[in-house]
């Protein structure tokens, strides 16, 4: 809930006997809310990324904001001098900020950070699209054709019937990747359910486990490898 927090250090391990060769991003975010950190919080942070490194992630998914909704560039500082030479995300803490575009500027200028995650300051990506393409011309602009340069990932609300969308309006400004949890509320098989009771959560989550769908992604990575193939080796889509 609240967009996910730092997993356990055993579901990484898990995740990682299960996806074998699969490489892994972990996304260091030690609570729900905003993304104004205090101190401890990012000694936190700076812990987390450590242990994760060791574990053997490929790379961390991270972001916090300044007071006056700019990039906290300091605390960035502090956290790419530390996940180095991992891969870095900067997260949708991007979507909460001031103005899209300098932000992307206060990224960038940190250096180290290879992609951003962001749903391009709309609700949900396919409702943004007109800022992503935004997004994407100045990410060029600044990185030029290096391939290994600061990317846009387009994620929220991306699934079978939005991603169509995406793929058309981005591929051709360089789209390399999208996100999705293709998840969705699982009914709880508890039998007994005390009246009146709950964790906190809320509605459905009360009573649910919010759970990734195999055929939902499938279903995604199905129509964007069609549509990859299409564009790229003349193949007609079905």
């Known amino acids: 809930m609240g967009g996910g927090t730092t997993p356990s250090l055993g579901l990484f391990r898990e995740v ?14 030690p609570r729900t809310g905003d993304f104004l950190y205090s101190d401890d919080e990012l000694r936190v942070i700076l812990e987390d990324i450590r242990v ?8 961390v998914v991270i972001g916090a904001l300044a007071k006056d909704g700019t990039v906290d560039l300091e605390y960035l500082k502090r956290v790419v001098d530390e996940a180095l030479p991992l891969e870095i995300c900067f997260h949708r803490a991007f ?84 996100h999705l949890s293709g998840a969705s509320w699982v009914e709880s098989s508890m039998v007994h359910r005390r009246e009146g009771m709950g964790m906190g959560v809320g509605g459905q989550g009360e009573w649910g486990v919010w759970t990734t769908s195999e055929r939902c992604i499938r279903e995604v990575r199905d129509i964007v490898d069609a549509r990859w193939k ?9």
């Open 52 to 59: 994760f490194k060791h574990a053997g992630a490929r790379g």
């Open 95 to 178: 979507d909460m900020t001031r103005d899209a575009d300098e932000a992307l500027h206060d990224i960038e200028s940190v250096g180290g950070v290879s992609r951003i995650l962001t749903s391009g300051q709309g609700k949900s990506a396919p409702d943004a699209l007109e800022t992503l393409k935004s997004l994407f011309n100045t990410t060029k602009r600044i990185v030029g054709e290096e391939p290994w340069g600061l990317s846009i990932n387009p994620g929220s609300g991306i699934n079978a019937t939005t991603v169509e969308s995406i793929l058309h309006t981005l591929l051709p400004l360089g789209l390399r990747e999208i």
């Open 16 to 29: 990682q006997s299960k996806v074998g060769g699969v490489s892994i991003m972990v996304l260091i975010r």
């Open 230 to 238: 299409a564009q790229n080796f003349g193949v007609e889509e079905n």
